[in-house]
């Protein structure tokens, strides 16, 4: 059993109970009842806030009101734990029985009815009626039925804890019914839940406060509450299973598709290279017979054709940007911003461009190679997305622990509609002929950079005025 050790409340609280002075066979300990009782309606309000609100893996097996009936049970058990023996007690008790019993009935009412117990107002009246019977039991003693007979239970106690054991014992087949739809290990959980629930008020009938009898139920309950925090433990682990195949089904279809758009891009780009030179054969060689007209048209297929080559590019590079190992080692990030800055070098001398890096830059675990890309992308839209000389800001802040990396620039800026749209594959704000030949895929790859390196990368923008790029880089992490 994966949740064994649910067992170890139940081994102290019974060696507790056996290390008792006993005086002529009757063991009095009001904390050791209490503590069991406060442990038990802890259990029962945890499991009816997962019976009610459905958190298992698929929320295919959601019964709010057995999940309000275990609510109920524990209220009444709380209070319970905290009288001393008295009619009040032994009501109290009772009550708990009972509402965790019809709880359990619950489970015969068709499934649209059912539902209806998910409803604030079913939730507000079961919370409502079971504090108003536990205060009226705590402070009203004197009008409630005579529930005991010195250290004896009267037929009116009897009775209640037998309905109890009649609650829980009838919807015992419709668990059973049903266990190819609840799954074989939660059908025998409620089973035994349900049995020893049942079973516990059978056998109050037999015995007296404090006696031995009397502390045997109640391990049979606290075992059902054990049953309880098993059930509990079970759908957990069952929705860290689904989560985990999820994840998994996830990873694989990406990668999948990462394979798909590698391999269609690869294919894609032979024939068009044929397509690319046929044209400028043709070009070449008949130039003169096509005349200025027909010439125009081929070197426009020619542009187009370099365009498709360019798009398709850039898709095999995000693909394999998804399937690529990070070779990621400790380096300056002043290093990797002055080789981006290098290789921009000449659009920063024709622009005119000033950039300013700050001087504190950190070290950063991650891979050079890349993050010199995201660098470059940044600068680069920093220059080419300006009207005016482009100043440029490379700086990096801690905030919450972690480097906050900011690219900041003076550039025409970004509306706030189109802030998420520019990590848009192939995606542009800005005309072709105005701000140069971009492809829309610079932010996109840079994106994805980040991503897979664990951090996050977002972007603030005044438009007319200019834009800041953020980025992170998670966590150090061994790749
Ligand atoms: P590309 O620059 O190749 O078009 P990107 O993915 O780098 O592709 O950018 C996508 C679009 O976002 C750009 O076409 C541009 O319209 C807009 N953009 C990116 N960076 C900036 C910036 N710093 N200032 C203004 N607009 C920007």
């Known amino acids: 059993m994966k949740f064994g050790w649910t067992i170890i409340p139940l081994l102290i609280i019974g060696l507790a109970i056996l290390s008792m002075p006993t005086v002529e066979g009757q063991w009095v300990s009001v904390a050791i009842h209490s503590t069991v009782e406060a442990v038990g309606a802890t259990i029962a309000i945890l499991l009816g806030c997962y019976l009610l609100l459905g958190l298992n893996k698929d929320n295919t097996w959601s019964f709010p009101f057995l999940g309000l009936g275990f609510i109920g049970m524990g209220i009444f058990d709380i209070f319970h734990s905290m009288t001393g023996p008295s009619d009040s007690f032994v009501f109290l008790h009772s009550l708990a029985g009972i509402a965790g019993g019809l709880g359990f009935l619950s489970v015969l009412l068709p499934k649209w009815l059912q539902n ?28 409630l039925p005579q529930m005991h007979v010195g250290m004896s239970f009267s037929p009116a106690a009897i009775y209640l804890n037998l309905l109890q054991a009649f609650l829980f014992l009838f919807p015992l087949w419709w668990f059973y019914k049903e266990r190819h ?48 925090l098993y059930i509990i433990g079970h759908a957990n682990y069952e929705l860290h299973l689904q989560v985990a195949r999820d994840k998994r089904a996830l990873e694989k279809s990406n990668e999948e598709l990462d394979a798909f758009a590698y391999t269609a891009s690869h294919d894609l780009k032979e024939p068009l290279r044929g397509i690319h ?61 002055d080789g981006a800055l290098d290789s921009l070098a000449t659009a920063i001398s024709e622009k005119e461009a000033t950039v300013e890096v700050a001087p504190d830059l950190p070290e950063v675990y991650c891979d050079s190679t890349l993050l010199t890309q995201v660098f470059q992308n940044l600068v680069a839209n920093g220059l080419k997305y300006n009207d005016q000389k482009p100043e440029i800001k490379i700086a990096c802040n801690q905030t919450d622990g972690q480097a906050v990396f900011t690219v900041e620039d003076n550039g025409i800026g970004i509306r706030e509609k189109h802030l998420d749209a520019v990590f848009k594959l192939f995606k542009r704000l800005n005309s072709r002929k105005k701000y140069g030949d971009g492809l829309g895929s610079g932010l996109t790859l840079s994106k994805k950079i980040i991503e897979r390196h664990g951090g996050q990368i977002w972007l603030q923008s005044q438009y007319g005025e200019g834009t800041s790029f953020y980025f992170t880089l998670g966590k150090k992490q061994k790749a």
């Open 116 to 143: 209806k117990g998910k409803s604030l107002a079913s939730v507000f009246l079961c919370l409502a009626i079971c504090f108003a019977f536990s205060l009226w039991a705590l402070n009203y003693p004197n009008t």
């Open 181 to 228: 739809h609840l799954g074989l290990t939660r059908t025998y959980a409620f089973l035994l839940m349900g049995a020893l629930f049942s079973f516990s008020g059978f056998t109050f009938a037999f015995s007296q406060l404090w006696s031995t009898s009397w502390w045997l139920w109640h391990l049979l309950r606290l075992l059902a509450y054990v049953v309880a």
């Open 277 to 337: 030179n046929y044209a400028q054969f043709v070009l070449e060689d008949y130039g003169e017979v096509l005349g200025d007209d027909g010439k125009a048209k081929l070197e426009t297929m020619c542009r187009l054709s370099n365009r498709l080559d360019g798009l398709i590019e850039s898709l095999l590079r995000f693909s394999r940007l998804g399937r690529q190992k990070l070779v990621k080692k400790d380096v300056s990030a002043k290093d990797i911003v």
